[in-house]
Protein backbone atom coordinates (compact mmCIF):
# COMPACT_ATOMS: atom_id res chain seq x y z
CA UNK A 1 0.00 0.00 0.00
CA UNK A 2 1.42 3.36 -0.67
CA UNK A 3 2.51 6.40 1.12
CA UNK A 4 -0.21 8.53 0.68
CA UNK A 5 -3.08 6.00 1.04
CA UNK A 6 -1.66 5.05 4.25
CA UNK A 7 -1.62 8.54 5.60
CA UNK A 8 -5.17 9.23 4.37
CA UNK A 9 -6.38 6.11 6.11
CA UNK A 10 -4.48 6.86 9.56
CA UNK A 11 -6.01 10.53 9.01
CA UNK A 12 -9.03 9.24 9.21
CA UNK A 13 -8.40 6.56 11.92
CA UNK A 14 -7.28 9.24 14.37
CA UNK A 15 -9.33 11.82 13.76
CA UNK A 16 -12.43 9.55 13.47
CA UNK A 17 -11.41 8.44 17.47
CA UNK A 18 -10.94 11.66 18.46
CA UNK A 19 -14.54 12.14 17.81
CA UNK A 20 -14.99 9.05 19.83
CA UNK A 21 -12.87 10.74 22.78
CA UNK A 22 -14.79 13.91 22.38
CA UNK A 23 -11.84 16.11 21.59
CA UNK A 24 -12.82 19.54 20.79
CA UNK A 25 -13.78 19.96 17.32
CA UNK A 26 -10.83 22.11 16.45
CA UNK A 27 -8.48 19.74 17.44
CA UNK A 28 -9.96 17.02 15.36
CA UNK A 29 -7.84 18.06 12.14
CA UNK A 30 -4.92 17.47 14.25
CA UNK A 31 -5.48 14.76 16.11
CA UNK A 32 -5.30 13.80 12.69
CA UNK A 33 -2.23 15.35 11.63
CA UNK A 34 -0.67 13.46 14.45
CA UNK A 35 -1.99 10.27 13.68
CA UNK A 36 -0.79 10.23 10.42
CA UNK A 37 2.56 11.40 11.09
CA UNK A 38 3.37 8.82 13.71
CA UNK A 39 1.80 6.03 11.44
CA UNK A 40 3.72 7.41 8.23
CA UNK A 41 7.31 7.26 10.03
CA UNK A 42 6.06 3.59 11.35
CA UNK A 43 5.68 2.88 8.18
CA UNK A 44 8.73 3.84 6.79
CA UNK A 45 11.17 2.29 9.78
CA UNK A 46 9.45 -0.83 9.10
CA UNK A 47 10.03 -0.68 5.25
CA UNK A 48 13.88 -0.39 6.52
CA UNK A 49 14.17 -2.22 9.80
CA UNK A 50 10.92 -5.02 9.20
CA UNK A 51 10.83 -4.85 12.91
CA UNK A 52 7.74 -3.90 14.84
CA UNK A 53 9.07 -3.03 18.08
CA UNK A 54 11.41 -0.57 16.33
CA UNK A 55 8.73 0.62 14.39
CA UNK A 56 6.38 1.29 16.95
CA UNK A 57 8.37 2.93 19.00
CA UNK A 58 9.36 5.41 16.40
CA UNK A 59 6.01 6.12 15.76
CA UNK A 60 4.97 6.47 19.12
CA UNK A 61 7.92 8.71 19.42
CA UNK A 62 6.85 11.08 16.73
CA UNK A 63 3.36 11.04 17.60
CA UNK A 64 4.50 11.93 21.22
CA UNK A 65 6.61 14.88 19.85
CA UNK A 66 4.07 16.63 17.22
CA UNK A 67 1.41 16.07 20.10
CA UNK A 68 3.63 18.10 22.36
CA UNK A 69 4.31 20.99 19.73
CA UNK A 70 0.29 20.63 19.05
CA UNK A 71 -0.08 20.96 22.52
CA UNK A 72 1.76 24.45 22.99
CA UNK A 73 0.56 25.76 19.27
CA UNK A 74 -2.94 25.43 20.48
CA UNK A 75 -2.75 26.11 24.11
CA UNK A 76 -4.56 22.57 24.73
CA UNK A 77 -3.75 19.59 26.97
CA UNK A 78 -1.04 17.08 25.60
CA UNK A 79 -3.09 14.16 25.86
CA UNK A 80 -6.00 15.31 23.63
CA UNK A 81 -3.39 14.79 20.55
CA UNK A 82 -1.49 11.72 21.49
CA UNK A 83 -4.51 8.93 22.72
CA UNK A 84 -6.13 10.00 19.33
CA UNK A 85 -3.11 10.38 17.06
CA UNK A 86 -1.44 7.06 18.75
CA UNK A 87 -4.60 4.30 17.92
CA UNK A 88 -3.26 4.10 14.50
CA UNK A 89 -0.38 2.08 15.94
CA UNK A 90 -2.06 -0.01 18.68
CA UNK A 91 -1.44 -3.81 17.93
CA UNK A 92 -5.33 -4.36 18.01
CA UNK A 93 -5.00 -7.59 15.23
CA UNK A 94 -2.04 -9.09 17.11
CA UNK A 95 -4.23 -8.68 20.37
CA UNK A 96 -7.33 -10.27 18.74
CA UNK A 97 -5.55 -13.38 17.18
CA UNK A 98 -4.00 -14.18 20.24
CA UNK A 99 -7.35 -14.21 21.98
CA UNK A 100 -8.34 -16.35 19.01
CA UNK A 101 -6.30 -18.80 19.51
CA UNK A 102 -6.71 -18.95 23.48
CA UNK A 103 -10.40 -19.60 22.80
CA UNK A 104 -8.98 -22.46 19.96
CA UNK A 105 -7.01 -23.67 22.44
CA UNK A 106 -3.81 -23.26 20.18
CA UNK A 107 -1.92 -21.89 23.24
CA UNK A 108 1.39 -22.01 21.29
CA UNK A 109 0.04 -19.53 18.57
CA UNK A 110 -1.70 -17.89 20.87
CA UNK A 111 1.56 -17.18 23.36
CA UNK A 112 3.42 -16.36 19.73
CA UNK A 113 0.85 -13.68 18.96
CA UNK A 114 0.29 -12.24 22.84
CA UNK A 115 4.07 -11.83 22.99
CA UNK A 116 4.29 -9.79 19.89
CA UNK A 117 1.54 -7.55 21.15
CA UNK A 118 3.26 -7.04 23.95
CA UNK A 119 6.46 -5.86 23.10
CA UNK A 120 4.80 -3.60 20.98
CA UNK A 121 2.61 -2.33 23.47
CA UNK A 122 6.14 -1.64 25.57
CA UNK A 123 7.81 -0.56 22.29
CA UNK A 124 4.39 2.20 22.29
CA UNK A 125 5.09 3.20 25.96
CA UNK A 126 8.58 3.78 25.73
CA UNK A 127 8.38 5.93 22.93
CA UNK A 128 5.79 8.09 24.69
CA UNK A 129 7.93 8.22 27.66
CA UNK A 130 11.15 9.11 25.96
CA UNK A 131 9.34 11.81 23.72
CA UNK A 132 8.08 13.31 26.96
CA UNK A 133 11.56 13.00 28.91
CA UNK A 134 13.36 14.52 25.41
CA UNK A 135 10.72 16.90 25.67
CA UNK A 136 11.12 18.66 29.22
CA UNK A 137 15.00 18.22 29.18
CA UNK A 138 14.94 20.51 26.31
CA UNK A 139 12.75 23.08 27.58
CA UNK A 140 14.92 23.42 30.72
CA UNK A 141 17.89 23.67 29.14
CA UNK A 142 16.17 26.25 26.44
CA UNK A 143 14.95 27.97 29.54
CA UNK A 144 18.04 28.07 31.06
CA UNK A 145 20.24 29.16 28.09
CA UNK A 146 17.56 32.45 27.56
CA UNK A 147 18.33 33.01 31.20
CA UNK A 148 22.16 33.80 31.15
CA UNK A 149 23.36 36.60 29.49
Not at 17 to 31: D, E, H, Q, T, V
Not at 88 to 112: C, H, Q, T, W
Request: glycine share 10%.
Amino acid sequence: MSYFLQGILSFAAAAGFGIIFNAPKKSLFYCGIVGMTGWLVYAYVDDLSQDPAKSSFAGAFTVAFVAHLMAKKFKMPMIIFSVAGIIPLVPGGSAYNAMRNVIEKDYSVAVEYGSVALIISGSIAMGLVFAEIITQLSVKVIGRLKVKP
